[in-house]
């Protein structure tokens, strides 16, 4: 598939999967200089829950190649919070200088505590974090359930993760021992403009080694009767990226019809049910209910309500996440019907 570097990474499509290498968890130089927009972008995401105390842990970097800063942490939090800054973890910050990556990836520890190691690459990491003040701390190491899913332009992957170890939070211990959907990419630009699209929704769900999923899909105008007029997006746009992983088999997922079920005042998702095909013909029908909520802000012209969900699929359940993003041409809208 070809690439354009030059275009936000939520609306280019998808239409084949690459192969990964080891190399692909560290930095990629020569790939972001193809991005001449400030906003190139090279981003890990790493994170575990603790489903029956309905917490939620997220690590996060994001790395402006051009503007040589990163921003990123470490969040957690337990049940719904109304404010990102109400969890129990909250040590994230927008501007920090890239010198913690002078080891690449490999290992790094950024000026808030967060740090992440490289053990083998694609296949084990290692997440540590401490605040004594706070007695917070994590020691939390990750083993891949299979091998990452390299989308076709060869910037993007997902992995499913299994997450053992220790969280201590606000002075209580936990025991971490969860299934998880990794995040990276690189030479993407992400600019920060608003823009008149729906909300746009990111799927993860990890039944276990043999079973995981991710899908990007748009609100479907067909479920969604808010959504008229410039954010009615045809049924062949609605799906950016996706697959499936059954039995040893990944698959992209083609087509997508979610129904989002929102909470009119907060805009949390209560439920989520979808129905995703993949390329072989193959129906996936997935509900979801929400354990926990945070709202992220990724840049200020974006909201991300974070939702850990409780994802059932012909019988079985994953800890999974739905990360819904609206822009503000949508909220507009959106208010403005609620008031009429």
Not at 60 to 87: C, E, F, P
Not at 220 to 232: L, M, T, W
Request: glycine share 6%; with cysteine; charged share 25%.
């Amino acid at each position: 598939m070809a690439n354009d570097t030059q275009q936000p990474f939520y609306l280019v499509r998808n239409d084949a999967l690459a192969d990964s290498a080891p190399a692909d968890d560290y930095l990629h130089p020569e790939r972001n200089r193809l991005v001449t927009d400030p906003t190139s972008t090279e981003t890990q995401y790493f994170g575990f829950y603790v489903p029956e105390e309905r917490i939620t842990a997220f690590g996060y970097i994001w790395h402006h190649v051009n503007l040589k800063t990163l921003t990123g942490g470490i969040i957690v939090w337990q049940g719904d919070k109304r404010y990102m800054l109400a969890s129990e973890i909250c040590d994230y910050r927008e501007f920090m200088t890239d010198a913690a990556l002078h080891q690449d990836l490999a290992e790094y520890r950024l000026e808030n505590g967060y740090g992440m190691k490289v053990l083998e690459p694609l296949k084990q990491h290692h997440m540590t974090y401490t605040d004594e003040a706070r007695q917070n701390a994590i020691d939390v190491r990750f083993e891949a359930l299979a091998p990452p899913v390299m989308l076709g332009d060869g910037n993007h992957f997902e992995q499913a993760m299994h997450a053992r170890g220790e969280l201590l939070l606000r002075g209580k211990r936990y025991t971490v021992d969860s299934f998880h959907m990794r995040d990276r990419s690189w030479g993407k630009a992400r600019p920060e403009a608003n823009l008149p699209l729906p909300p746009f929704g990111w799927i993860t769900a990890v039944f276990g080694e043999d079973f995981s999923l991710v899908a990007t899909v748009f609100d479907d105008p067909r479920e969604n009767p808010e959504i008229k007029g410039q954010f009615a997006l045809p049924p062949d746009r609605l799906v950016t990226s996706a697959w499936v992983r059954r039995a040893g088999r990944v698959q992209r997922i083609v087509a997508a019809r979610k129904r989002v079920e929102r909470d009119p005042v907060t805009l949390l998702a209560n439920r989520v049910d979808a129905e995703l095909t993949a390329e072989n013909g193959e129906r996936i029908r997935l509900s979801g209910t929400r354990f926990n909520s945070m709202p992220w802000r990724p840049w200020p012209n974006l909201q991300s309500l974070v939702c850990g969900m409780r994802w059932e699929c012909d019988g079985r359940i994953a800890y999974g996440e739905y990360n819904d993003n609206f822009w503000n041409d949508y909220l507009v809208e959106a208010s403005n019907a609620a008031h009429r």
